[in-house]
């Protein structure tokens, strides 16, 4: 079997302060689950595992035809399991067939195929063959001689993860701008966590190998990013919700206290520390923030007015600029 490299995990892509809780979930069809948490931390999330392709047998699909095998080839047979003991899975599987190069370049691919259970006549000859389910996947190298007939078993080692982010106060309850990245739990040689999946919207559910894995999420399109550590496990969906501390503020510029908003004006939002977090216009421009003190900075006709201000988690304020 082949060590996983960069060549290979970059096929699988192509197909594909707060508190952090997961629960595990068995793979199966849309089977109501009682699994246990999978962290000890006071919040829990009740939802239901997804359906996924699998097929309640672990043998090769009709391998009793032996006229495959014609003069000069051999017959190849391939499932992936997604455990060890566990089913075939039914879809979902991009196959590639790669012969290796013999001056120690990228392989070269023969074939690919999206069938569950490939059965193919192929030459003789060494292969390196991967079976993606998703971003998970699983690289052997396949010898085949003359008139073999070679039955061979990819256990992808399979889960999944389904992430959800929300804001920690109920008063803030159905914030929808969040996203999320998806990185290597181990980090490479230069101290980086790779990353796998970018921009994701939360609700999704990821295949990935069996491991650790690093979610960046963001609410908002400010401040508020919180990393958080999964471990998926195979045959298992783990539905992890991420929190995050945030306050919603409406900024807005009038000519006296409790006036209406004046339109035209242009905002620039810095952090304590001077750093530019956002610029924005409009009469009521909102944003989520995490908590902590900031500068406000409106613009109007060239003219600039400022007021600091701070929030705490669970705010859902205005912060109003005057003129005089």
């Given at each position: ?38 962290s000890?931390?006071?919040d ?53 067939i ?26 003789p ?19 085949v ?6 039955k ?7 889960g ?15 914030l ?13 040689q ?12 939360p609700?999704?559910?990821t ?13 908002g ?62 009469a ?41």
């Amino acid at each position: 079997m082949l060590r996983i490299n960069n060549f290979f995990r970059s096929l699988a892509s192509i197909t594909a302060g707060s508190v952090y809780v997961f629960m595990m979930h068995p793979l199966l069809s849309m089977a109501q689950t009682n699994s246990s948490l999978a962290s000890s931390l006071d919040d829990t999330v009740a939802k239901q595992a997804v359906a996924v392709p699998l097929i309640d047998a672990d043998a090769f699909p009709d391998d009793s035809d032996s006229s495959q095998t014609i003069m000069g080839s051999a017959r190849l047979q391939l499932v992936a399991l997604l455990t060890k003991h566990g089913p075939r899975i039914g879809s979902g599987i991009i196959w590639r067939i790669f012969k290796p190069d013999k001056l120690g370049a990228s392989p070269n691919l023969v074939k690919q195929l999206s069938v569950a259970a490939p059965d193919l006549k192929i030459s003789p000859g060494t292969y390196i063959i991967n079976a993606a389910f998703g971003l998970a996947y699983l690289t052997q190298t396949v010898n085949v001689k003359t008139y073999d007939h070679v039955k061979k078993k990819f256990v992808i080692n399979a889960g999944g993860v389904r992430v959800d982010i929300k804001p920690r106060s109920k008063n803030l309850q159905g914030l929808v701008n969040s996203k999320f990245d998806l990185l290597d739990g181990e980090l490479d040689q230069f101290g980086n966590f790779q990353p796998l999946l970018s921009d994701m919207r939360p609700g999704s559910v990821t295949r990935l190998n069996a491991g650790i894995y690093r979610i960046v999420s963001r609410l908002g399109d400010v401040n508020s990013v919180v990393s958080s550590e999964v471990t998926v496990e195979a045959g298992r969906l783990t539905e992890a919700t991420v929190f995050h501390e945030v306050a919603k503020v409406t900024f807005k510029l009038t000519k006296s206290s409790g006036g209406d908003a004046l339109a035209g004006a242009h905002w620039t939002l810095e952090a304590r520390s001077g750093e530019v977090l956002i610029k924005t216009a409009g009469a009521l421009p909102t944003h989520i923030l995490a908590p902590g003190s900031y500068t406000i900075k409106a613009h109007l006709a060239d003219i600039p007015y400022k007021r600091i201000f701070t929030v705490e988690s669970g705010d859902n304020i205005e912060v109003e600029v005057t003129i005089e």
